[in-house]
């Protein structure tokens, strides 16, 4: 089966790998698999190789020795000769025997979905937590596989810059260690991890007086352009998979004077590796303390119903799931079946579309947003004793303080307020002046 050309990424100086995809189809496994090849051959594009063949093997289950059967095994191997390929990319995760059961068959390289995954998180990390993150996942998951492993590096030479998919480490060092230094490795990562996350978490809770808002869904949904359309953020952009890994936060006034913070995070996506979803934890805070989540989802996507359900059960899994959210269907410019639309927008609730390129509902999204806002925050003006100096310090953990000034023997502050905090500034001594809603009447 050969698949439709996949976009090609071009860096400089790279040689290309050349590999052939295969993927196991199961009783219980989704419709469509070819659907599903073709975001491998994405990924494989991404990390640098060209797909020459893809195919599907079905079984009525896996092959505890090579996966997808001796005889399928050869059969592929002969493939990867004739085609000229040089690498091998299973759709699933292997076990190490497996894995080296495969490679002495095919007589090619070896990696699954995992692997692939990790290295192009290696390729993307830009900031020093999020290249402390990728390789402690590359070494959780290489710890076990380390005898096959350092075959592929004996196979490259060694000569830094040219390991393949698969053997690139952060800032692509290789791996030269044995399983005592890895270990070693891993536990001083997590020291280091967990003391930039506790800094995160500060930060994060910090902004919590701010109306806080997060950006999530599938990898390439459109999130960083949306960003940057609603900000101004000079924010990476590229319509590849995983083009952002680092969370970044930027300051977003919905209506002149009412402002939020903002930030997009790395995309999800399909069997995300455990070792990254752990890794990853810091970065996630966003998600997990926003007050909204901008649940974003490329509306042209035919696997779109799909993706929002592995972002759903993502979100569950890193304590986000309660978290209240907004659908966003964006890049409605590239939608040409209508049916499907429309069924995106009778299944999703509360769904905004939008277009961050031509920037077509954006406004239709700040009043959504404001909307959301007013009902859970409070502009309000209160009154205190200046002594009060609790409450006054209340104030500005718990709010965003706009002015301060003393009358009559008194302090009034200004203070855009979360409502749940509004009954403990009356516990506290507060006394509010303006700002409460109006009760409803009784009818």
């Not at 290309?16 to 995809?21: I, M, N, Q």
Request: proline share 4%; hydrophobic share 40%; glycine share 8%.
């Amino acid at each position: 089966m050969k698949l439709d050309a996949a976009p090609r990424v071009q860096r400089d100086g790279e040689e290309r790998e050349k590999a052939v995809l295969v993927g196991l189809e199961l009783p219980d496994s989704p419709p469509a698999y070819r659907g599903r090849l073709y975001e491998l051959e994405l990924l494989a594009d991404t990390a640098g190789a060209d797909t020459l063949e893809a195919v599907v093997q079905k079984r009525s289950r896996r092959d505890p020795k090579t996966f997808i059967g001796k005889g399928k095994a050869a059969e592929i191997g002969q493939l990867m000769t004739a085609v000229g390929a040089d690498l091998l990319i299973v759709d699933h995760d292997l076990s190490p025997s497996q894995a080296r059961n495969l490679e002495k068959i095919v007589g090619k390289r070896v990696i699954d979905r995992t692997e692939l995954i990790l290295d192009i998180f290696a390729l993307r990390a830009r900031s020093q937590m999020a290249k402390q993150q990728v390789e402690l996942a590359q070494m959780e998951y290489a710890l076990p596989r380390l005898k096959r492993l350092w075959t592929h590096l004996s196979r490259e030479g060694g000569r830094a810059g040219t390991a393949g998919i698969g053997a690139r480490g952060p800032g692509e060092k290789q791996i030269e260690t044995d399983r005592r230094l890895v270990r070693k490795r891993i536990r001083d990562l997590r020291r280091e991890l967990d003391e930039l996350q506790a800094h995160r978490v500060r930060q994060t809770r910090a902004r919590r007086k701010f109306f806080t808002i997060c950006l999530v869904g599938y990898t390439n949904a459109g999130k960083s352009t949306l960003m940057r359309a609603l900000t101004g953020a000079d924010v990476f952009v590229q319509n590849r998979l995983f083009a952002t890994l680092d969370t970044t936060t930027r300051a977003w006034e919905v209506v002149p004077g009412k402002r939020v913070f903002l930030s997009d995070t790395v995309g999800f996506i399909r069997d995300l590796p455990h070792h990254l979803v752990s890794s990853f934890l810091a970065t996630l805070e966003e998600a997990r303390f926003a007050d909204l989540l901008l649940h974003v989802v490329d509306a042209a996507d035919p696997e779109a119903f799909e993706h929002v359900e592995v972002v759903e059960e993502t979100l569950f899994d890193i304590g986000a799931g309660g978290v209240p959210r907004v659908t966003v269907l964006n890049q409605i410019d590239r939608v040409t079946d209508a049916i499907h639309l429309r069924m995106l927008e009778e299944r999703l609730p509360d769904t905004v579309q939008t277009s961050a390129i031509e920037g077509t509902g954006l406004d239709a999204l700040r009043e959504k947003v404001y909307a959301y806002v007013t009902r859970h925050h409070l502009d309000l003006e209160i009154e205190a004793d200046p002594g009060n100096g609790r409450l006054l310090a209340r104030l500005r953990e718990w709010g965003d303080v706009q002015e301060q000034e003393f009358k009559n023997g008194t302090v009034h502050v200004n203070v855009r307020l979360p409502v749940r905090h509004v009954e403990a500034v009356k516990r506290e001594g507060g006394k509010i002046v303006a700002g409460l809603p109006e009760p409803e009447a009784d009818e």
